[in-house]
């Protein structure tokens, strides 16, 4: 019967084997894991704030919201008076209907001058004369198209329109207010994302490195754990950084307190 040499005696104070690969292993994820996840304290604030303005001159004829409101894209926000634009809409209108008629007429010219000059009836100069003017008026008439069509977009700037579906911050126009144009616009009315708000904080550009607009993040505000996507992540003048994670709006508003949990 063989007898089983005994174990080599282990040396006192030295781990076993499994305990210091184990180590090894805690130490290697902890160094593995990201450094840029992290819980940033910061506030919301409005997305997408925009200073609706007009590049028309004018007098301000109506306002149709309240600060507050909400409205929905493309309803109408203000009015500026109207008349001269309407009038320019119409004088282009006008001038169409006499040009499609001059065009006709210069089209019936030209068919007869082709028609006697293959008789050998009338001269080159003649048909050359009927082509000038077949051209000229198609071009007045291409002209006065683009008339109506620029003053058919005067008519729709001389009433802005909700660029989507906007919450009201600030009413800055009022009936009567006369408006300057292109040099100097006049800012009318401010806006925000109604179905959407933002919660920024700053962070030192370690924890910014591999942030990306469009990643998932989390947002905790008013008690509640909200499910959001990283907007923005802009550098500042200091050498840090802003992030922004866009959540649904709700009843949430600008200035309240939040912590974004980055991924």
């Known amino acids: 019967m063989s007898v089983r040499p005994p174990l080599p005696a282990r040396r006192a104070g030295r781990p076993p084997r499994r305990t210091t690969m184990m180590t090894r292993?805690?130490?290697?994820?902890?160094?593995?894991?990201?450094?840029?996840?992290?819980?940033l304290s910061g506030q919301l604030d409005w997305s997408q704030r925009v200073v609706i303005a007009t590049p028309l001159a004018g007098v301000v004829e109506t306002v149709e919201v309240l600060p507050g409101q909400r409205i929905a894209k493309d309803g109408v926000l203000l009015?500026?008076?109207?008349?001269?634009?309407?009038?320019?809409l119409m004088e282009a209108n006008a001038d169409i209907s006499r040009l499609t008629e001059e065009l006709a007429d210069a089209r019936r010219e030209l068919d007869r001058a082709n028609e006697l000059y293959s008789r050998t009836v009338s001269s080159t100069t003649e048909l050359d004369a009927a082509k000038l003017r077949h051209a000229r008026a198609a071009a007045l008439l291409a002209a006065a198209e683009a008339r109506v069509e620029k003053a058919r977009r005067l008519l729709d700037e001389s009433a802005p329109r909700a660029p989507f579906d906007a919450l009201v911050l600030d009413r800055l126009a009022e009936p009567g207010m006369a408006v300057a144009g292109q040099c100097q616009p006049t800012p009318l009315l401010v806006l925000a994302r109604a179905d959407e708000i933002v919660a920024r904080a700053g962070l030192p550009a370690g924890q910014a490195t591999g942030l990306k607009p469009g990643a998932k993040a989390t947002v905790a505000v008013a008690g509640k754990s909200v499910a959001g996507r990283i907007a923005a992540v802009r550098a500042k003048a200091d050498g840090r950084y802003e992030v922004d994670v866009a959540i649904p709006r709700g009843g949430l508003v600008a200035g309240m307190a939040a912590s974004i949990r980055l991924p």
Do not use: E
Not at 25 to 39: E, Q
Not at 79 to 88: E, H, P, R
């Open 25 to 39: 292993t805690l130490i290697l994820a902890l160094f593995a894991a990201p450094a840029w996840a992290a819980d």
């Open 79 to 88: 009015s500026l008076n109207q008349t001269v634009y309407k009038a320019g």
